[in-house]
């Protein structure tokens, strides 16, 4: 029997969120995709869905509402739903993904998008009012550092219920005890390396590494011929060296000027990066001259066959110079990365 699950990633993310689901779970089955939501069915065991790289956060579904009205009887919808929820089930899961151990406190995490005639205060309240009535007594609300999450999740006209599966570690990687101004998230970084087609055989270069970030990603997500990361700065370096030891993978690392790397012409097979947005890190004036020599180096040193993973927020300017240097974008994914639009360019020479 196939039970309800959502994940939770990035705004954007969620068909490839899914299909690293689909690709490791091969029975889940998709129900619907909401705003950084991919909500599915699936008989795996709730344990296997939190080994999942590209998604935040995991959870069980107590309830899935279409087409909630905005008014002020929501609320009693919302009541209702969570009255009539199969509660023990969801625990069960919860339980199984946390080695057996039974919760002692709980609490209510309400998100809304959009608006409503009520505040998300309110539809919490609503939530925490039905489960206050089938919660088993020992177990006790708190305000914060709950063992058992029951998230409330508004947008649309949907809503889902559900019980928190994962915790913080899924998307705030232990080994990344190093942080630099705009360091990717980890998510976004193991996403980009499952669009570039991962193989046993890669060998993978990021040249503007930061903390290390991608290439740690890729490194977890499967087996790899060779790593090479560098970075311009040797603060980036030392701290990338750190996060991946800390990851316990084998990465190579070196401080070097990604428009002349030093390396040889064809000598990698793929090239994962986040570009300099102009931003934290450099300005919008500077992205064109910069943008132009490192496509005129990456095309050097990538084998032909290879493919290129690029993250910016300048699309508009990286998508023009790079079909002015007679490459193909084969998939852009845009998606929301610190509340601003960022694309995400899979592209192969032409």
């Known amino acids: 029997m196939s039970d309800l699950f959502y994940a939770m990633t990035m705004p ?3 068909t490839l969120a899914f299909s690293e689901i689909r690709a490791t779970i091969p029975e ?3 129900v619907k995709f909401m705003r950084g ?5 699936t008989s795996a065991l709730p344990e296997n869905l939190l080994d999942l790289h590209t998604t935040e956060d995991v959870f069980a579904a107590l309830a899935h509402i ?3 009205r905005r008014g002020p009887d ?10 009539n929820a199969d509660l023990s089930s969801a625990v069960a899961s919860w339980r199984r993904g946390h080695h057996g151990a039974r919760p002692s406190t709980w609490r209510v995490v309400s998100q809304m998008v959009g608006s409503y005639d009520f505040r998300r205060v309110d539809a919490g309240q609503a939530v925490t009012d039905a489960l206050r009535k089938s919660m088993p007594r020992s177990m006790r609300l708190v305000e914060d550092d709950a063992d058992l999450e029951i998230w409330l999740w508004l947008g649309g006209g949907d809503v889902l219920i559900g019980v928190r599966l994962s915790d913080a570690t899924m998307r705030h990687r232990p080994y990344k005890r190093e942080h630099l101004p705009a360091s990717l998230r980890p998510t976004v970084a193991a996403s980009m390396s499952w669009l570039s087609q991962p193989t046993d055989d890669d060998i993978v270069l990021d040249p503007l590494c930061g903390a290390g970030t991608i290439l740690i990603e890729r490194a977890l997500l499967g087996p790899v011929k060779q790593a090479l990361g560098g970075d311009i700065r040797d603060q980036a370096v030392n701290l990338a060296r750190r996060n991946a030891r800390a990851a316990d993978v084998d990465i190579s690392w070196k401080r070097w000027d990604a428009r002349t790397l030093p390396l040889e012409a064809s000598s990698v097979t793929r090239i994962i990066t986040n570009l300099p947005f102009g931003k934290q890190i450099g300005t919008r004036e500077d992205n064109e001259a910069l943008y132009t020599a490192l496509i005129r180096e990456f095309d050097r040193v990538l084998a032909p ?3 290129m993973v690029s993250l910016t927020s300048e699309d508009r300017l ?5 079909q002015e240097h007679g490459w193909r974008t084969q998939k852009k994914v845009v998606f929301v990365v610190l509340g601003q639009p960022a694309s995400i360019f899979v592209s192969e020479r032409a």
Do not use: P
Request: proline share 0%.
């Open 305 to 307: 066959g290879g493919l």
């Open 37 to 41: 939501i991919a909500l599915f069915r």
């Open 74 to 83: 929501a609320l009693r919808v919302l009541h209702s739903a969570t009255l």
């Open 28 to 30: 889940s089955t998709l």
């Open 66 to 68: 279409k087409g909630l």
């Open 12 to 14: 954007g993310l969620e």
């Open 318 to 322: 990286w998508d023009r110079i790079i």
